[in-house]
């Protein structure tokens, strides 16, 4: 028998979607008579209590006869059950210093730790994540944005509607100017924006064209990894020998810098990965990006005017172009930002489902048969110590 337990988000502010909703628990209990769940009550997820009810689950505040435990964001240290084994986003990989605490902890009470963030397949793609939809709610927040800045058309908030069916229908008659668009990165979060492009309309165009013409109608460039770093001695890209060598490449955005009027930004970023312009670029007289959704979302990342999280209440700040520092949005001589972390929670319903598809299809079924190789390469802590692949964490998880 293996028992699902899924956790109330506990981290402030609170997450409002779920690793599973009420229907799919309902088709796993249905399906796999040896799978038993319990949820734990919440005030705040996107499914209420009752639908989990109604679904014929058990709302229970104790999970200690659980075997794994599915949480979205970093767990309080205070919440933490000694022993158990834990899914969800750690954010401890890139050896972030404001969750040292909470590793340290996860070590100190002998849990195991599997990070979504860390499930691949084979050749190194993400199994499981909310991209596509911080994809899609990020390319909104940018398109709004250019709007609110310019006044040639309205778009309004995300969180207004109910689910993503009826924000597809908030497009319908949108008439955008002759904007252009540069769409950077090749994953989950790079498809959402691709979507709300081709939902908006906006045309695609390749690189030569968007960098040399005009045009009487929006469009978009859509620039992946050899469109964007090149091998200072070969001339080339090859994305392998990218992600190990990155300080190798020079990165080929600046050029784009001239002719971009918005920057949807869904690159994958680490440190030593060059940025795609510099914060003495955006002082040059021919910078026309004027809106930049960096839904990727790293902090002076390959977005060097990131200057941090903003919030979903409140999405957007200005970055003044000369003197780099962070103003009020929509000024005169700033560039507009628009970066948060947690774009998906703008549609909370639909983005549980995604992610929750993610887990049956490629994971659930794997744990209850014992594990695999992608879950045991996502095995950050194993009963509270480092496994072999997480190795390099050593000096981030000395007390």
């Not at 050896?95 to 860390?118: P, R, V, W």
């Not at 689910?163 to 994953?187: C, M, Q």
Request: charged share 20%; net charge negative.
């Amino acid at each position: 028998m293996l028992v699902i337990g899924l956790i109330r988000e506990g981290k402030v502010p609170a997450d409002n979607r779920v690793a599973l909703t009420p229907a799919q628990c309902r088709f796993l209990t249905g399906h796999f008579p040896d799978i038993q769940i319990r949820v734990q009550p919440s005030p705040n997820r996107c499914f209420p209590d009752k639908d989990y009810l109604h679904a014929g689950m058990e709302l229970t505040e104790d999970l200690q006869d659980c075997d794994i435990l599915l949480g979205i964001k970093e767990v309080p240290i205070a919440q933490l059950i000694p022993g158990k084994t834990y899914l969800f986003f750690s954010h401890t990989r890139k050896k972030q210093s404001y969750n040292q605490a909470l590793l340290h902890a996860m070590m100190d009470k002998g849990i195991t730790l599997i990070d979504y963030e860390c499930l691949e397949h084979s050749d190194g793609q993400r199994i499981i994540g909310f991209g596509f939809f911080a994809g899609i709610v990020g390319a909104h927040n940018g398109m709004m944005a250019y709007g609110n800045r310019t006044g040639a058309y309205h778009l309004g908030r995300v969180a207004e509607v109910h689910d993503y069916r009826e924000l597809i229908h908030t497009y319908f008659g949108l008439k955008l100017p002759p904007i252009k668009i540069a769409v950077t990165g090749s994953g989950r979060v790079a498809h959402g924006i691709l979507e709300i492009m081709n939902l908006m309309d906006v045309q695609d165009v390749e690189p030569e064209e968007f960098l040399e013409r005009d045009f009487t109608y929006p469009v978009y460039v859509h620039l992946k990894g050899g469109h964007l770093y090149r091998h200072r001695i070969t001339g080339k890209y090859n994305r392998e020998n990218f992600h190990t060598h990155s300080s190798e490449y020079d990165c080929l955005f600046e050029q784009f810098c001239s002719a971009t009027d918005i920057l949807m930004n869904g690159i994958y970023w680490e440190p030593g990965i060059p940025a795609l312009f510099s914060m003495e670029t955006m002082k040059r007289a021919d910078f026309r990006i004027k809106t930049i959704a960096d839904i990727t979302d790293d902090k002076q990342g390959s977005v060097p005017c990131n200057l941090g999280d903003a919030t979903i209440q409140q999405p957007v700040y200005g970055v003044d172009k000369v003197s780099g520092e962070k103003t009020a949005p929509y000024l005169p001589g700033s560039v507009d930002v628009m970066a948060v972390g947690n774009l998906p929670n703008e549609l909370p319903r639909d983005a549980s489902r995604y992610f929750g598809e993610q887990l049956i299809k490629y994971i659930l079924d794997d744990i209850r048969n014992g594990g695999s190789p992608a879950i045991q390469g996502a095995t950050i802590l194993d009963q509270g110590k480092l496994t072999d692949t997480f190795g390099y964490l050593a000096d981030y998880a000395k007390h």
